[in-house]
């Protein structure tokens, strides 16, 4: 859907609120509380559309999601799930302010709660699995004199790892406080089965993987493919995720970085379905999810 597409779409709030019901109960609307079918609609609350008769509760689409307690109206909202969910990049809470006519404060709490809908865990790869790392956290020479460490190399930054599937191309992304090596070797045992094979770099934490083959390849040399051994596609995923960091956020906090990770690994895993889809698969996974601006900001 083009931009005009998507405001015509969402031509007020009350066709905005369909679409995100549709979208929510495609098979009737359910109680977010007790998941009972026996709903009321049209009831006499002034906000809350609906009744469930089992546990007595007003409720809307909103309840029991990451909508919940908003008060920006649905067409805000819905538009701006398409333009987080169809560009590929991102799109900064500066921008989205200007887009919305809202303030960057109330863009950047609503979209921190779009990407905590992207928060999924994926079912275990088959492999063959491609793993790296990566760092993030800028240069020592671009920072201001205060708040330079004084350190090289990948130290003061923020740790990254990520398996990838080459089977069906789904990623899983962690943001790592401890990158040890034992810490990766779990997250990769966690999410590949017994029996997988590992494609990585030459780096040594990735030694010592229990129940599954391990090819690698030796970038310090030049070296980035060999037959199927390879990390390229983990790469692509990378250089994605940076060149958003460098052109369309130009930074990111180390204490949100988990979301922003979130973000970019749900929108891959979902790119071989259209935008419609897409955006569906989004807004199936803001049920269940809260996050209050006190715990934003904590």
Request: aromatic residues 10%.
């Amino acid at each position: 859907m083009t931009l005009l597409e998507v405001v015509d779409a969402f031509s007020n709030d009350d066709v905005a609120e369909q679409w995100f019901v549709r979208q929510r109960w495609p098979d009737g609307v359910r109680c977010p509380k007790c998941n009972g079918d026996r709903v009321t609609s049209q009831s006499s609350h002034p906000t809350m559309p609906f009744y469930c008769r089992a546990c007595r509760r007003f409720f809307s689409v909103k309840t029991g999601s990451v909508m919940q307690a908003s008060k920006l109206g649905y067409r805000k909202w819905a538009i701006a799930i398409h333009m987080l969910t169809t560009n590929p990049k991102g799109r900064s809470s500066l921008q989205l302010a200007k887009d919305l006519g809202v303030t960057q404060t109330t863009a950047w709490y609503l979209s921190h709660r779009i990407r905590k809908a992207w928060t999924t865990d994926v079912a275990r790869f088959g492999g063959p699995v491609q793993v790296d790392e990566a760092y993030f956290g800028g240069k020592e020479k671009n920072k201001h004199r205060k708040k330079r460490l004084g350190v090289r190399g990948t130290q003061g930054k923020v740790p990254v790892v990520a398996v990838l599937d080459t089977e069906t191309n789904q990623v899983a992304a962690r943001v790592m406080p401890d990158a040890t090596a034992e810490q990766i070797r779990k997250f990769v045992h966690h999410h590949t089965r017994k029996g997988s094979t590992i494609y990585s770099d030459e780096s040594t934490v990735y030694n010592g993987l229990k129940n599954r083959g391990h090819a690698t390849v030796n970038h310090s040399k030049g070296e980035y493919g060999r037959g199927l051994v390879t990390t390229n596609s983990m790469e692509s995923f990378w250089a994605l995720l940076k060149r958003a960091y460098c052109g369309t956020f130009h930074w990111m906090s180390p204490k949100h970085m988990h979301r922003y990770v979130s973000e970019f690994a749900g929108r891959h895993n979902a790119r071989t379905l259209d935008a419609q889809e897409r955006v569906g698969v989004l807004v199936q996974g803001m049920a269940g999810k809260r996050l209050t601006y006190a715990q934003l900001t904590a």
